[in-house]
């Protein structure tokens, strides 16, 4: 069965067939530390949205090293090691990186730049999209599931 948007690896599916809640580029210290990116391309889900075919067979791993006991959990093929996602321990949201979890990440645009901080001397950013020291202002966090 094919749904709106699938990711993972050859061990793990995943997929969502609803629309997410917030697209961005991120320029956080975290994504940086964790992907090696100057930005990430970071997709938020409602927790519900995206299933997982072998939840057994995810590794975690906390997602801020500075933080081992925040929230959010990065989870990894127990297997082959590929990144698939980032799951919240309360239950509010999963993320998505789809360059590196398996996503199309034409069929999910960054809308806005989040967390940019001038003060870390990288250039700001000039694609035209809105750019915000957090995410963007109108967002809401979904109610821990």
């Known amino acids: 069965m094919s749904h709106k948007y699938e990711g993972g690896c050859e061990h793990i599916h995943t997929h969502a067939s609803n629309e997410p809640i917030d697209n961005h580029s991120c320029h956080c210290s975290v994504c940086k530390n964790v992907t090696g990116q100057d930005n ?22 906390p997602f801020n090293a500075n933080n081992p006991n925040g929230p959010l959990e990065l989870c990894t093929c127990a297997e082959c090691g590929s990144p698939i996602m980032l799951d919240d321990k309360e239950k509010r949201i999963r993320v998505i990186v789809p360059n590196l979890m398996g996503y199309n990440s034409e069929q999910l645009p960054a809308t806005y730049h989040a967390f940019y901080d001038p003060a870390a001397g990288a250039p700001a950013p000039s694609d035209g999209r809105p750019v915000y020291e957090g995410l963007r202002p109108d967002f809401v966090w979904p109610k821990p599931g």
């Open 40 to 61: 990430t391309h970071v997709v938020f889900f409602n927790y519900g949205d995206i299933v997982v075919d072998n939840m057994a067979g995810l590794k975690r791993q």
